[in-house]
Structures are given as structure tokens and as C-alpha cells.
């Protein structure tokens, strides 16, 4: 079983490198993943791959079944998940091309199921640190290693799509200390922590937000940048999974310990 697990964002569908060994339908009470599973071996370590947005990127943000997907990735045993985001970056030295491992998130989101406590049982899950700083602190070494420079904090600020933001938007998410925008690491990252799994995000800055710049978004610059930068998410990715990782100094796993009225 894969203890390690990769969401694939905008325009990354699969994993350069990956020993492919299966590809696995998993059904789950909350209903059906984004698609099939690929399990594969990358630098000796078992990792299941998922694409968020499906094969063919049909799936919007906001009807992205966030909960199938997370508990997939758990019913298949992973422990640890990386998340490859597509982002705006808000700060103007973010240039398009830049990679951020964020440390904190702002929800601007809603309407989305975010939580699988949503019956009988109230569960209130400690969220100080939304990723791991275990995973994160991991990212920060293997971009040491394979010589790519990373950003490693920032906070990331969900909005819930599918349009892009307006230019007063932005200059409001800046005045509330973002540095980046995306539109999907909520609430997967809470789904992460309630289903016991460490999980770290690796952001690329695909466009400065807007505003920031005079050029109009495209999604033609998101996929142009995303597929300049695979090249060098690959070699972290590779650098990540040679590293080896002991019983995690992280509280991620026993969070719903103390989670629980």
C-alpha cells in the first residue's frame, strides 16, 4: 500500500519519472474521486497520483468532490500527501514561475462539503498550522538538493472560482497579509488534517494576480507556465522521495484526539 500520496494541479496530469505499477477505481461513502488512481514507484517510494481535476481537467474548483478524494487516498493507506497547486501570486516579486511551499491559508470559500464530520458528531480539529511542518520543512531539503529555489512560506488565499478575482480583491487579500491566491487548497487541507494525513503544499505562481501587472489573466500563461515549470517540480519531487522519513515529530495523525466534544 502507498504510504505516499501527490494531487496533481492545473496542468500537471501526471508524474514525470513515475514507475507506473497499477491504476485503481476507489469508491468511497462520500462518492467518487476525481478519477483512477496511479500507483507508481518514484525514487523507491510507493505513491498513489491523483489528478484533481480529472484526466481531461473537467472538473471545476467548487465541484471537486474534495471529501472522495481524501479519503481515498486514505482507504489506500497514504500517510503523507504532497498538493501541487496553480496560483496568482499577490506579492509583485512573485513572479510567474516562482514555487511556494505555504504555510498558512485564508477560506474565502463556501458552499463546499468541508468536513466529514457533518452527522451526529461535532469535531473541531486544531488548524494553527495548516501543512505539515514536517512535510514542509522535507520540501525546503529536497529543493536544497536538487538546486531549484523555493519559497518556503507564504500564505495561500481559497476563493471559490471558477472566475478569476478583480483587481480590488486583490488589493484587498494583500491588505489581509496573502501572498498568493488559488482556488482549491481549501478544504482539501482540513480534509487532510481530520483524516489523520500530514499534507504540504508545493504552489506554482502561474500569473501575477490581478492588478498587479497591466496584462490581462489567460489560462493560455497558466498551462504555459505550469508545463515550464514540471521540469524542476520534478526534480523536488524526486529529491523528496529519497529522503528518509522516521515517525513523523508532527501532531497530523492525532489530531482528532483532541478534536472530539
Do not use: W
Not at 22 to 46: A, H, N, Q
Not at 73 to 84: E, K, P
Not at 138 to 157: E, H, I, M, Q, S
Not at 160 to 179: K, V
Request: with cysteine; aromatic share 8%.
Amino acid at each position: 500500500m502507498p504510504e505516499f500520496g501527490i494531487i496533481g494541479g492545473s496542468g500537471l496530469y501526471r508524474i514525470p519519472g513515475l514507475e507506473i505499477l497499477e491504476e485503481m477505481t476507489v469508491s468511497t461513502p462520500y462518492g467518487d474521486p476525481s478519477g483512477s488512481f496511479t500507483i507508481g514507484r518514484l525514487s523507491g517510494k510507493e505513491i498513489a497520483f491523483l489528478p484533481r481535476h480529472g484526466a481531461g481537467h473537467t472538473l471545476q474548483p467548487h465541484k471537486i468532490n474534495y471529501r472522495a478524494n481524501i479519503r481515498g487516498f486514505r482507504q489506500l493507506g497514504v500517510r503523507r500527501l504532497l498538493s501541487v497547486f496553480a496560483t496568482g501570486g499577490i506579492r509583485p516579486d512573485l513572479a510567474p514561475g516562482s514555487i511556494v511551499v505555504p504555510d498558512q491559508i485564508i477560506d474565502s470559500t463556501s458552499g463546499r462539503a468541508s468536513t466529514f464530520f457533518d452527522q451526529d458528531e461535532v469535531v473541531h480539529i486544531d488548524f494553527t498550522e495548516p501543512f505539515c511542518p514536517m512535510l514542509r520543512n522535507f520540501l525546503g531539503r529536497a529543493a536544497k538538493r536538487a538546486k531549484v529555489d523555493l519559497l518556503c512560506k507564504g500564505t495561500y488565499l481559497c476563493v471559490n472560482g471558477p472566475r478569476l478575482e478583480t483587481a480590488a480583491e486583490i488589493r484587498a487579500y494583500a491588505l489581509l497579509g496573502a501572498d498568493i491566491v488559488g482556488m482549491t487548497a481549501m478544504p482539501e487541507a482540513a480534509l487532510a488534517r481530520e483524516a489523520g494525513i500530514c499534507y504540504a503544499g508545493l504552489s506554482v505562481v502561474t500569473n501575477h494576480a490581478a492588478g498587479i501587472s497591466e496584462k490581462k489573466l489567460t489560462v493560455t500563461e497558466v498551462k504555459e507556465v505550469m508545463g515550464s515549470s514540471e521540469e524542476r517540480l520534478s526534480s523536488i519531487l524526486k529529491d523528496f522521495f529519497m529522503l528518509q522519513f522516521k515517525i513523523p515529530a508532527c501532531s497530523c495523525r492525532q489530531t482528532l484526539e483532541t478534536a472530539r466534544m
